[in-house]
């Protein structure tokens, strides 16, 4: 008999930041993590590449982390690399558990049963999700407003072409937040800001916007940030002023 993919001793799948009672704001960090449960033995990959952008959005946790405090904002962080499964994926598609990432073989995610993938599903996937919809639940049931943000990283070289962006907005079919936040982005003096670049938002590729966002009809963006300008703290405090200056301004009147 297999062992259970997460030991007793591990951590949860998500971990929660409380914030104000009063904040609108709460924030999710899909990719937060590079850690990958003991039981599957690194996936079978080296140590140097669970330090690059393929397990995890580097940057990401710090920059989300120091954007709640200055929003008061409430924060969940998914806790496992997205190499195990990735939660911004919906179940089935073929990155939800990939077997190739960029261009590095991930082993352990070769010829997985569907009994495996089932369980990285229920042990990682739904209990994050599960409490994201417990604390919209609860902001519901109370009638407070709510505008939800999303904090990612991209790198700043992608298969040997850089990329000129130093943030991007990504929207769906919801734009009330992205679009006014996008402006005002762009007006910030020396940014370079995407518009659902250099990655476009959608249905069949994003599910926590979707889901969490556009289904319960609540103001919501997905921001990017290139990776290099948030990994150490003074970038991360940089950026999540900015953030938070232009989100309160630009979720003033939704």
Not at 153 to 177: C, E, I, K, M, N
Not at 185 to 211: F, K
Request: charged share 25%; net charge negative.
């Amino acid at each position: 008999m297999s062992p259970p993919l997460l030991a007793s001793d591990e951590p949860a799948p998500f971990e929660v930041v409380e914030g104000q009672a009063a904040s609108r704001f709460v924030l999710l960090c899909d990719h937060a993590s590079a850690r990958i449960p003991r039981a599957l033995e690194s996936l079978g990959l080296p140590a140097h590449e669970l330090e690059r952008h393929i397990a995890w959005d580097i940057g990401a946790a710090g920059l989300a982390r120091e954007l709640a405090r200055a929003l008061g904002a409430t924060l969940i962080l998914q806790g496992y690399s997205r190499l195990v499964i990735d939660c911004n994926r919906p179940l089935g598609h073929r990155d939800s558990i990939a077997v190739r990432s960029e261009d590095t073989e991930i082993p352990g995610n070769l010829a997985l049963s569907p009994a495996d993938a089932g369980e990285r599903a229920e042990r990682i996937f739904e209990p994050y999700h599960a409490r994201i919809r417990a604390e919209l639940d609860a902001r519901a049931a109370r009638r407070q407003p709510t505008v939800l943000a999303f904090v990612h990283s991209f790198t700043p070289v992608y298969r040997g072409v850089p990329r000129a962006w130093h943030a991007g907005v990504l929207y769906h079919q919801d734009t009330r937040l992205a679009r006014p936040l996008l402006g005002a982005l762009r007006r910030e003096p020396g940014l370079v800001v995407g518009d659902n670049e250099p990655y476009a938002a959608s249905a069949l590729t994003d599910y926590g916007l979707v889901e969490h966002g556009e289904r319960r009809g609540l103001p919501h963006v997905e921001l990017e940030v290139r990776q290099d300008l948030i990994d150490d703290v003074a970038g991360q405090r940089a950026w999540a002023e900015r953030l938070a200056r232009l989100l309160r301004e630009t979720s003033a009147t939704i």
